[in-house]
């Protein structure tokens, strides 16, 4: 439940702040108490999402500072743009992890920092063993994500993987893999579809149309 | 469906994990202000990448009080190619001042006097069960939403009054003064210039 408190201050100019406690605020409320300059809206946002935003790009561009630059560059732009989030159009946490995604992805393009990550075997990326320690795991989810990725053909599964994860592009995972651009495409394509797919008849709420 | 459409089609599950070169980006980009469709099958493709990112991981210690740190600076947010989508039309935005202030705090004392009322009225009755609880907690959430923007106006097309208030030219003197203009840089009272 929203609760609301009104603070009175003791000092002398007595201005009453208003308080509103937005840890059960849907995400698209939070959102709208950022236009209006509410910092714990955000701070609420950070506590959902940050988790999540720093752990993809930190596995995209292997480093902690980088990875946090990204984050804070992020979460600031919700801050400064909130508007840029349409809550018809897709979820907060995909909002921020597609920007996340880009911005580290031209970090690595831009620096040539991924030559570093290529010795690392993509496929590990998915089960995240190497960070297990630091890593909180939502079980219920990981198994359901884990099994739907099992049904996908292992070219399409390793493609989503490389371009994702590895933040290659299709034309770079073609090579990697030895296969034509246009297969890869394709399977990136399919193989998303595929797993939209099966994620729902597994019971997973997906945002988007 | 055209051949062009088709090989842009066939770009969109790339396109959605960022796995298309500048050139072909540009293109579909280009190819997604005309196609809704096309528009909502990239935002399905990153829900579900969305879903793939869902190992969490604990962001360092420091880092939100980083964040918090900078944002009375206002610090400028890097404008490069951050963001992948199409934005939407940006309405200006101000900081709260003393009449907001107040105006917000006679809107919450409203709300808190109505859930007051609420409260008195849930428990006189006999009824408690957790959904009758969650109901009421949508009720609260959506009542505290009407009495903010009775105060103030936000800037969300579909979710606001029409009512736009800029810093500069105000017709009530009071609002000309920003609590924060000490602290905030005038660009905060200006439009917002994302395209």
């Known amino acids: 439940m929203m609760r609301i408190t009104v603070i009175r201050m003791v000092e002398p100019h007595r201005i009453a702040r208003v308080r509103i406690d937005h840890t059960t605020a849907s995400d698209a409320s939070l959102v709208m108490g950022m236009a209006r300059y509410q910092q714990d809206a955000l701070a609420e946002a950070y506590k959902r999402h940050a988790g999540v935003v720093y752990g993809l790009s930190k596995r995209l561009l292997g480093n902690q500072a980088q990875a946090e630059e990204v984050v804070q560059e992020i979460f600031l732009r919700l801050w400064n743009q909130p508007d840029r989030f349409d809550p018809d159009r897709g979820s907060l946490r995909s ?8 911005r580290s992805v031209d970090l690595l393009r831009s620096e040539g920092a991924r030559r570093r990550r290529e010795e690392r075997d993509a496929h590990e990326h998915i089960g995240g063993a190497d960070e ?18 099992e049904v996908l053909h292992p070219g399409e599964r390793a493609a989503i993987e490389l371009a994702y994860f590895g933040g290659h592009t299709y034309r770079e995972v073609a090579t990697m893999l030895g296969e034509a651009e246009g297969t890869i495409k394709s399977r990136i ?4 579809k595929r797993l939209r797919a099966e994620l729902q008849s597994a019971g997973v709420t997906l945002g988007g149309t | 469906m055209s051949g062009e459409e ?17 050139d072909e980006r540009r293109a579909v980009e280009d190819y997604l ?9 990239v935002q399905e493709h990153r829900e579900v990448a969305a879903m793939l990112a869902w190992s969490t991981m604990a962001p360092p210690d420091g880092l939100w009080e980083r964040i918090a740190g900078s944002l009375d600076e206002a610090a400028p947010v890097p404008t490069g190619d951050l963001a992948r989508v199409i934005p939407m039309a940006v309405p200006r935005r101000r ?10 705090a006679a809107a919450a004392a409203v709300v808190v006097l109505a859930l007051g009322i609420a409260a008195f009225r849930n428990t006189s009755s006999t009824t408690s069960s957790q959904s009758l609880m969650e109901q009421a907690a949508k009720r609260d959430d959506a009542q505290t939403v009407r009495a903010m923007d009775s105060s103030r106006p936000a800037r969300f097309p579909g979710l606001r009054p029409t009512a736009r208030i800029s810093c500069g030219g105000s017709s ?24």
């Open chain 2, 172 to 195: 009530t003197a009071s609002r000309s003064r920003s609590v924060f203009s000490g602290t905030g840089p005038a660009s905060r009272c200006s439009p917002s210039t994302a395209t």
């Open chain 1, 189 to 192: 394509r399919a193989g998303l």
């Open chain 2, 33 to 41: 202000k005309v196609n809704p469709r096309a528009v909502a099958e």
């Open chain 1, 95 to 102: 909002f921020l992890l597609t920007q996340a995604h880009g």
């Open chain 1, 132 to 149: 297990l320690d630091r890593e909180l795991w939502d079980l219920a989810l990981a198994g359901q994500v884990r099994s739907a990725m």
């Open chain 2, 6 to 22: 088709e090989m842009y089609d066939e770009l969109l599950g790339a396109y959605a994990l960022d796995a298309v070169d500048e």
């Open chain 2, 95 to 104: 900081r709260l001042n003393a009449v907001s202030t107040w105006a917000m």
